[in-house]
């Protein structure tokens, strides 16, 4: 019951909750934010149409956000607005904002999303109706309401899947199922205080982002505590809209690589991936990973000491670490760029040189140019 998750706090049955945030919220809502701040003001602007039985906070992480941009985050009365001049990636980002966060449940949000009513409330059903469940994931669309997932399961090989990817919104099964999942988008993700505790947040390792919520609730999980995704739990998602494509790739094999490399051990105890991925064939490991997933044991849940908020002064050297470790990060990715765009122009030299050689010999054949300005004038535009 939600009564039981905000601790039989009273109701707040205005828009918005406590605008400003309260003195003891429950709920901390954390979004980092690069540089599209008008998809965040969007994602703001739904946050406070929101009637939602918890006192709640709003943390917003300008996450190396260009100084010009700033004034309009500044201007709001809604949220707590917490900087970092470099940028700390998803995870360094989220867990710079948790630091400040006061609440019993904290939330992690892109900058690109938006929520729909309820979308809240469905969280903190779901994490209120057992002491064991440390994560609990939200249902993803796209603005089309095309599905983008439903939680996700992982495969021996390290690849995963995500639920309902692709589906019209009726086909995703009821909202009123709890399921287990072996993780959940970081989008939308609720972490129990308790949980986030006792694995230390997001690791910062997987900069600037992907495969950072898979490891977290891996983490979640082998402290003892379950990750659940509740459909009823809505958010529209502008998906990739933060980042550029070909960066996306690069990061997400970087940090794919490390989740493997130290989850090794565990992933033995998944699904094999199906390969083939033939029609049925993908169906049926999803259904016996997801089997697998409800009926793996928990461990025992190891508990941290409680480490509360911490006053501006002590946190002055552990931002500087944050950012020295996300600048390495980020010049270690962009050696591993420059390289790879170096193999590409490696690759491709053979085909250029057989084309300039081809373009030098055309040259010396009579009318050579007004046949290939003729050739050009005949193509389609």
């Known amino acids: 019951m939600v009564g039981s998750a905000c601790y039989g706090r009273p109701v707040s049955e205005t828009p918005g909750g406590d605008p400003g945030g309260p003195a003891d919220p429950v709920v901390s809502i954390i979004i980092p934010v690069l540089d599209r701040v008008d998809l965040l003001l969007g994602c703001l602007d739904s946050l406070a149409q929101l009637v939602e039985p918890c006192p709640r906070e ?6 190396g956000t260009d100084p010009a941009r700033l004034p309009a985050m500044e201007a709001r009365d809604d949220i707590t607005l917490v900087r970092s001049v470099v940028n700390l990636g998803f995870g360094g980002g989220c867990n710079w904002g948790a630091r400040r966060a006061r609440g019993r449940y904290l939330v992690f949000l892109n900058d ?4 729909e009513t309820g979308w809240l409330s469905a969280l903190l059903r779901a994490a209120g109706t057992d002491e064991r469940i440390g994560a609990v994931g939200s249902r993803l669309a796209g603005f089309d309401g095309t599905l983008q997932e439903v939680g996700g399961v992982l495969w021996s090989d390290g690849g995963t899947h995500r639920l309902g990817r692709g589906l019209a919104g009726p086909a995703a099964g009821s909202d009123e199922v709890i399921r287990d999942v072996d993780y959940s988008s970081g989008c939308g993700l ?3 205080r308790d949980a986030w505790e006792a694995v230390g947040g997001f690791d910062p390792g997987y900069y600037p982002g992907y495969h950072e919520d898979v490891d977290l609730c891996l983490a979640v999980r082998s402290h003892g505590y379950r990750t659940v995704v509740v459909p009823a739990a809505r958010l529209r998602h502008h998906e990739g809209a933060s980042t550029d494509e070909a960066y996306r790739a690069l990061a997400a094999r970087r940090s794919g690589l490390r989740f493997i490399a130290k989850w090794a051990e565990a992933l033995q105890g998944y699904e094999p991936h199906p390969d083939p991925p033939l029609p049925g064939r993908v169906e049926a490991a999803v259904e016996a ?3 697998r997933t409800a009926e793996r044991p928990l461990p025992p849940r190891i508990r941290a000491r409680s480490v509360r908020q911490r006053a501006p002064s002590q946190d002055e050297g552990s931002l500087l670490r944050l950012q020295v470790g996300a600048l390495l990060a980020a010049l270690e990715l962009k050696d591993a760029r420059i390289a790879l765009l170096t193999g590409e122009v490696a690759r491709l030299r053979p085909e250029h040189e057989k084309l300039e050689r081809l ?14 300005r003729r050739l050009t004038a005949r193509l389609p535009e």
Not at 360 to 370: E, I, K, Y
């Open 58 to 63: 709003t943390i917003v992480v300008a996450n």
């Open 112 to 115: 690109d999303t938006e929520a």
């Open 190 to 192: 609720l972490v129990t």
């Open 289 to 291: 990973a997801l089997r």
């Open 359 to 372: 373009r030098r010999f055309t040259d010396r054949l009579p009318f050579a140019h007004r046949l290939a």
